[in-house]
């Protein structure tokens, strides 16, 4: 173990009760212990100094203050700290060797298995069909059917949250044929290279969604070193490519896909550089058009949030203090989306350091890119408040449509 532990910085901790007891539950995202361990929230104190830089002295001198002096053993300290350790909660030579044999089954894998069916989703297809149906019946009737539709922008907020918004979009699709669905999706995790490219087959719960894998070979040897990940591992647990995956399963069938996920566009934020100019992103977008145009019909779907605001998300005022001015900073970069200006996009981004903390920027960016010289349509647009943390986060639905 390390002399100074640390917590993993991709574990959430959550206080809740249980029989009446405040406890700590630790969730972790790749599930490595199977189960949930949950804690006494008078741990809490130890938790919070388990960030690398405190000895387990240093922590046990910190106790034993707080307890107004009463000795707290090292023996109890050590204990404590072996039972995360097995549980894979600190950044440890363990939980590295777990995540390393994670990694290497996953990449062996034929297939990109439901990450979040039976939490975010219902697991069974029926129940789910009519889930979707009955969202779809709740809505007002479209007030037209467009002849094409070339791009779906919608949310990848938890499903039960903004069923209304994604099914605002998806049903444009019914009924409609097509030979390819790209789908851009939010890489939540860090990842090297700018985009994430993974061949698996993706399953939902109507069965399996093949991914085009010509396409996906074809894209890794077309464009510049460093545009893309070197592994497929972000795909694993990441939602916001699934939940897209799983509509258009729904509405489409058997259609294929290309999944790709984005990472951040903060390098060239905090650079003060733009994408524009950077071979890895013209790159990949050159190169996805052609391929593109060599498929015939492609549909591109970009699965994002927009802002992020409250005590949650680093901000120090609540929400409701923030949240007129980003939903304002929405409507300017749904403006630009519409008019597929991606330039103007990334700009708002760099005037406004991000200070909203649009999670699905790149992916807006790279859409707009493809839809350039087409008109967008607002669908949708809403916020989701948490008040137990307050914050909220703002979403959207669009098409590009003719």
Known sequence: MNEKPALRTDIQMIMTLVEGRRVVVFQDPYDLSRQQLAVDAGALPLLQMLD????IRDIQR?????S???????SDIESFLESLDRA???????????????????????????????????????????????TESELPEAETRP???HALVAPHIDIRVA????????????GRRYDLVVILGINHHLQDGLFCLSAKNYLTPFGELRTDRDFVRSLEGRVPQGTLSQSDFGHKIEHSVEFQALFLHH?????????VLCGGLHEFLLARKTPFEDGRFTGFVEAVREQAGERGNVLFVAGVDFSHVGLKFGDRLPAESILARAQANDRRILDALLAADGRAIFENAAETADAYKVCGLPALVLLAEFMTGKKGTLLDHRTYREAATSSAVTYAAAMFAD
């Open 62 to 66: 910190e106790l034993t203050n707080r």
């Open 88 to 134: 894979y909660l600190l950044d440890s030579e363990a939980f590295r060797r777990e995540m390393e044999t994670l990694c290497r089954s996953f990449d062996r894998a034929e297939q990109r298995p439901c990450a979040h069916a039976g939490k975010s989703y219902d697991a069974d297809p029926e129940r789910l069909a009519r889930f979707i149906e009955q």
């Open 163 to 174: 069923r209304h918004t994604y099914v605002s979009a998806y049903r444009h699709l019914r």
């Open 251 to 259: 509405v489409l069938g058997e259609t294929p896909i290309v999944p």
């Open 68 to 74: 107004g002096g009463r000795l707290v053993y090292l």
């Open 52 to 55: 690398g830089r405190h000895g």
């Open 147 to 149: 002849r094409e539709v």
